[in-house]
Each structure stands twice: as structure tokens, then as C-alpha cells.
């Protein structure tokens, strides 16, 4: 198959929690451990950090920079638009969406998600439109030629602000396709995103508990942790309530 961008949308005006992505586990920011793990993915020919024109996010633009991934600059509000203009800048007929709050991101789910695409040949895929994973595990994949038919189609604030919720919305316009979670990975109750200060919190405790230098902590190995080492980590962030499209 042709190439495969992975794009991050990162901003740093959160509204739940301000510079998320800038706040630092053990020394790194939450964005740069993200691209150290979508680096070890199978399937990804390029990272795009995708952020915005506005001048407090000059900080993105200079952490992809030192992380050696490409960035594009577009609206904060018109994520969608953002996408396409990310795509265009590194010629991708393919791209992959992952949000930039998710620092415990799967490769290999990321390839079972990219390698399903590949083998049904549909114009979308994900491991979301049935949640049956963690929180924080989320991947998506389309093809360049439907996130412009989404683009053009897409006209309310909140399919523009969602960049794929257009597509999944439509089944009669894109053709879909869902990933499900095998044991042990299915457990959607999990929250390894960060939204909150909670979020944030069981993030940090997981990372102290197995990062390990020269390595990415395997998914498996928190799953552990959380379900028989330390199961009181997951009532940090359990009464956290997902923000709704």
C-alpha cells in the first residue's frame, strides 16, 4: 500500500486541562513519549503533529522539531480543515488520526487497526465505533479521498471540530469497519487518556511504575499493573466522565 501518514492533533488550550500535552512524566513531555511510540509502530511511514496558528502553541511546533517529525500550522476550531491541510503537506493517500492526550497509544493495535483497513479495503477503520478497548488505545484510519469528501460535506461547528465524526455519522456516504479488543485489552472501562488532573495522575504513576529507558512500556504490563499489582491506581481517575460530542 501507498503511504501512511499518522497525524496528532496537539493544542495547548485544553479546556479541562491547559497544556496537557506540554506537562512532563519522568523529564518528557506527554506529546514526545506519544511520538516514541507511534514510532514503534509497524505501519506508519510518517508522523504529522498537526497544531495551531495561534503563538502558544509555538511550543508543539518546536517539540516535533527536536522529536524529527514533520508539523503543519492550520485553525484551532477547523480541526478538520487541519487534517487536510496536514495530509497535503506530506502527500498521504492514507492517514491515521490519534489525539495527542493519549500517551500509553498501542503500535501494535495501531497495526492490527492499519492492517484490517488494508485487507478490506473500506474507506474507514477504527477501534471505536464499538468501544470494546481502553480509553487512550483509540486509532483511526482513512483514506486521503474520504477526509476531503468529509471536508467538503461537513458544514456544522462540530463535524468540523471532529475530524472523522462525519464519516461515521454517514455509513450511507463511507464504507466502515470496527476493530475489536481481545482479552486481555478489552476492558473499555479504562481510562489511559488524559483529559483531567486525574487522568494526568494515574498517567504518572503508571510511567514511575514501568517506564524503563531505550524502551516503550508495554500496554500488557499496565493492564497488569492496574488489575493485580495496584488495582487502587484505577479509582484515580474512575469517576471521570468523557467529555460528549
Not at 455519522?169 to 472501562?189: G, Q, W, Y
Not at 529507558?213 to 504490563?221: G, Q, R, T
Request: charged share 30%; glycine share 2%.
Amino acid at each position: 500500500m501507498s503511504k501512511i501518514a499518522c497525524i496528532i492533533q496537539a493544542r495547548t488550550g485544553s479546556s479541562r486541562l491547559p497544556g496537557k500535552v506540554l506537562k512532563k512524566i519522568l523529564g518528557k513531555p506527554l506529546l514526545e513519549h506519544l511520538v516514541e511510540r507511534l514510532k514503534r509502530s509497524q505501519t506508519i511511514d510518517e508522523i504529522v503533529i498537526a497544531t495551531t496558528l495561534k503563538s502558544s502553541d509555538r511550543a508543539i511546533i518546536d517539540l516535533a522539531e527536536k522529536c524529527a517529525v514533520q508539523w503543519y500550522a492550520g485553525s484551532e476550531d477547523d480541526v478538520l480543515s487541519r487534517y487536510v491541510g496536514a495530509a497535503k503537506k506530506v502527500n498521504s493517500p492514507h492517514v491515521i488520526r490519534v489525539t495527542s492526550d493519549c500517551p500509553l497509544i498501542d503500535p501494535e493495535t495501531i497495526d492490527k487497526v492499519v492492517n484490517q483497513y488494508k485487507k478490506t479495503n473500506v474507506d474507514y477503520v477504527s477501534n471505536t465505533l464499538e468501544r470494546t478497548y481502553p480509553r487512550g488505545l483509540d486509532a483511526e484510519i482513512f483514506s486521503m479521498e474520504a477526509l476531503e469528501k468529509a471536508d467538503k460535506a461537513a458544514v456544522d461547528q462540530s463535524s468540523r471540530e471532529h475530524v472523522t465524526l462525519y464519516m461515521y455519522r454517514h455509513p450511507e456516504h463511507f464504507s466502515l469497519s470496527n476493530v475489536r479488543a481481545e482479552p486481555p485489552l478489552n476492558r473499555p472501562d479504562l481510562r489511559l487518556c488524559v483529559d483531567t488532573e486525574e487522568d494526568f495522575r494515574l498517567i504518572k504513576e503508571i510511567y514511575e511504575a514501568l517506564y524503563k529507558p531505550e524502551k516503550i512500556i508495554d500496554v500488557l504490563d499496565v493492564l497488569n499493573l492496574l488489575m493485580n499489582e495496584r488495582p487502587e491506581l484505577v479509582k484515580i481517575n474512575a469517576h471521570i466522565e468523557q467529555k460528549k460530542v
